[in-house]
């Protein structure tokens, strides 16, 4: 008998994943039924044969899978993260990413951790073969389609020189823009009243400025909590061409919040530091379990379901773990939600600064409330087998700018300084910086 399964699990093994569901989601229905209505055999032969009637629950008719857990579509929480009214002040343009290069990011390694198919990248690299050449500092910016599609990809070369590649049939376009205008650098200084993004406004800031200096800060300070009274001091690079203003640069910050004040200042790198040169964004783990697990289900934005035909996105990866497993945050943050809620099954989402959010799913027990604030390693939750899931699982998420992105890929925050010639240079441009930076 026990050769007999050994064989019949490798034979099931050795199936096509669509078939192993399908056949997965055939063999529930089947016990399911069974269950419910059982068949007894009554042998004619046999009137004292004894019949033993065997009832499983749903969590006993589960374990009968196998353990790799294929949701047969995307579980989505039935609610949204909460906003507030910075998300509401300064709103992001859903579809649009920005990402400034940093050392030893290529083309490849910034896009695929989105889910932008290595087919568009490469188009886009015979479009233009300078595009394997991005250098620390520079940013590129990109849209998608509703599918996933990469729709338009801009480059900023320097502050001269901007090239943007649309999509075309066969491959994407290319068009080069350069800018002639003058740059100079100006102080803006306000005092809170009200919400930061208002007071921004009336200190002359525009709403990309003031979203650029909320994400340079957002390691050290909480905007929902400032008070009434509190000041900042913005050094701005802006180019003026024919009169208008064409673009802007956020080159340093300061930030009076009761009597401690917070500073960031721009690097060559495009990275905000602080005074000593040392990193202000708070590093995360890879993987929020205590060690890694075998992956069931990889991060996939245009999964099709196996059995519907439909797409279903993959918005995060499958960790194949045992019922109980402890779950970890995988960075400082403050839990927004940790509910039961439809096909996630018991789930937690936490908010890492103002770019990052992170969430975990099909949890078996909950030990963390909204609104508690966690460190990297806090243990938040067990995992288990609840909501829409064929099998014991952790669906494990990360979202940068309101975008889901690969977990096993994705670039995560550092919390690493500048050393050598990049600090020195570092500090004598915050020698230059800090003194405009007064506040009154």
Do not use: C
């Not at 400034?100 to 198919?117: A, C, F």
């Not at 075309?168 to 919400?195: C, D, H, I, Y």
Request: glycine share 8%.
């Amino acid at each position: 008998m026990q050769q007999l399964a050994r064989a019949v699990a490798q034979a099931f093994g050795q199936l096509p994943r669509p078939h192993r569901v399908m056949l997965g989601s055939l063999t529930v229905a089947t016990l399911a039924v069974a269950v419910w209505r059982p068949y007894i055999y009554h042998p004619s032969d046999e009137p004292s044969a004894i019949v033993k009637t065997i009832e499983l629950d749903k969590d006993q008719l589960r374990t009968l899978l196998p353990d790799a857990s294929e949701p047969l579509d995307q579980a989505t929480p039935d609610d949204d993260i909460p906003q507030d009214e910075i998300d509401k002040d300064v709103p992001n343009e859903l579809g649009t990413h920005d990402y400034v290069v940093s050392s030893g990011d290529t083309l490849s390694s910034i896009l695929n951790q989105y889910g932008i198919d290595m087919g568009e990248i490469a188009q886009l690299v015979k479009t233009d073969s300078e595009l394997r050449n991005l250098r620390v500092g520079q940013q590129i910016s990109w849209t998608l389609t509703d599918q996933g599609q990469l729709q338009r990809l801009t480059w900023e070369m320097n502050r001269r020189e901007t090239r943007t590649y649309d999509r075309a049939p066969g491959g994407f376009s290319r068009s080069v823009e350069m800018q002639k205008g003058e740059w100079s650098n100006s102080v803006l200084r306000g005092t809170v009243n009200g919400s930061f993004a208002s007071s921004a406004a009336n200190a002359g800031l525009t709403s990309a400025e003031t979203s650029a200096v909320i994400k340079a800060m957002q390691w050290q300070l909480d905007f929902r909590k400032l008070r009434k009274g509190d000041k900042f001091a913005v050094l701005m690079s802006r180019e003026m061409l024919d009169g208008k203003r064409e673009q802007s640069h956020l080159l340093a910050v300061r930030l009076r919040s009761g009597d401690k004040d917070y500073y960031a200042f721009r690097a060559e790198d495009g990275k905000f530091y602080d005074r000593n040169a040392s990193g202000l964004a708070r590093g995360f783990m890879r993987f929020p379990t205590v060690k890694q697990y075998r992956v069931s289900s990889n991060f996939n934005p245009r999964r099709v379901n196996p059995v519907t035909g439909r797409i279903a996105p993959h918005k995060g990866v499958d960790f194949a773990l045992p019922l109980g497993t402890p779950v970890l945050a995988v960075g400082d943050g403050e839990v927004v939600i940790a509910k039961r809620s439809g096909a996630a099954g018991n789930y937690v989402a936490i908010r890492h600064g103002r770019q990052y959010m992170t969430r975990y799913m099909h949890l078996k027990k909950l030990l963390v409330k909204p609104g508690q604030k966690v460190k990297r390693g806090d243990r938040i939750a067990l995992s288990g087998n609840t909501g829409r899931s064929t099998g014991p699982h952790l669906h494990y998420e990360i979202w940068i700018n309101n975008q889901a992105v690969n977990p096993l890929t994705a670039k995560l925050p550092r919390s690493d300084g500048l050393t050598g010639k990049d600090r020195s240079d570092y500090l004598a441009q915050v020698r230059a910086y800090q003194p405009q930076l007064k506040l009154d």
